[in-house]
């Protein structure tokens, strides 16, 4: 199943809480946290574009999701330290239609979420099926 490029939202499947970029942030051009949001605020929209083959480049706000540290972040510049700045998405539709891994080629590590509100999305080696690394990939409806 193949991601259409557009706008999305990102939810974890575990709180289903929006993932993104906060809307408080420093000014800085310093990679931004990508975060488990509180379901009650502003839910950020992702741009997602086809790269390559089965590739995505995943955009939050401007900024390009990619591993710093095995944690993710949203570059507003090309990072020398950022790693994985493309991902797969694979499909899981035993879990709903638009539930997906997000995974890291290189490594096979995928995001992965924990219970807390505003933690920091980890990129993390993949437990098979865990609602900890799967991700609602909704499209927003263009008007």
């Not at 809307?23 to 949001?37: A, F, H, Y």
Request: net charge negative; aromatic share 6%.
């Amino acid at each position: 199943m193949s991601v259409e490029p557009g706008q999305y939202i990102i939810r974890d499947t575990l709180n289903h809480k929006p993932v993104g970029r906060f809307i408080v942030e420093d000014r800085s051009l310093l990679p931004k946290r990508v975060l488990s949001l509180p379901p009650d605020g502003e839910v950020p929209k992702w741009q997602i574009e086809k790269s390559s083959n089965e590739l995505y480049k995943l955009r939050s706000r401007g900024g390009t999701a990619a591993v710093i540290e095995d944690r993710l972040f949203a570059t507003l510049m090309d990072d020398i330290g950022a790693d994985h700045s493309e991902w797969l998405l694979i499909p899981h539709p035993e879990h709903g239609i638009n539930v997906f891994n997000i995974v890291a080629p290189e490594t096979g590590y995928g995001w992965a979420v924990n219970e807390d509100d505003m933690s920091q999305i980890e990129v993390a080696p993949m437990l098979p099926n865990a609602t900890i690394n799967l991700f609602e990939v909704i499209k927003v409806q263009e008007d």
